[in-house]
């Protein structure tokens, strides 16, 4: 099966539907993850197709990475986690159910374990909320 470009975050970078944007630039685009394992969980993609990390161009994921490491920065700086995992997942058997590339900035705290991945909601004004912290700490640099 080839990339489908009508995936969910292929959609989000054609805006034909939305996302609470944390960051934007002309190669990628870092938003909330709409059902969060830990308050702050973000996703970074680039908005080039590619399903994952082998069918993506150097260039693109080395953008890609750029941008995780700026938001992750950012993520760490809003809500003082105790450590912060980086995943990206390569094919459903490894757990990757959207088909664009992309990386999940998860901050792990002391207090309290993961929610599932992938499976329960968040209410989206406190998503609002986090996407809120970290663009002031985006913005404050
Ligand atoms: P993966 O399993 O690595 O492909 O992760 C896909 C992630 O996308 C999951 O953590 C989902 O919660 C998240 N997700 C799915 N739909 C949306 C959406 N509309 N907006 C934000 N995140 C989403």
Known sequence: MGYDANNIFARMVRG??????VHEDAD???FMDIMPQADGHTLVIPKVAGENLFD???DSAAAAIRTTQRVARAVRSAFSPAGLIITQFNGAAAGQTVFHLH???????TSGAWRPHAREKADPAALEA????????LAAG
């Open 16 to 21: 034909e539907i939305p996302c609470i944007r």
């Open 28 to 30: 990628t685009l870092a």
């Open 56 to 58: 993506t161009a150097p």
């Open 103 to 109: 990386f999940h900035i998860v901050p792990v705290y």
């Open 130 to 137: 986090q996407a809120a912290r970290i663009r002031a700490a």
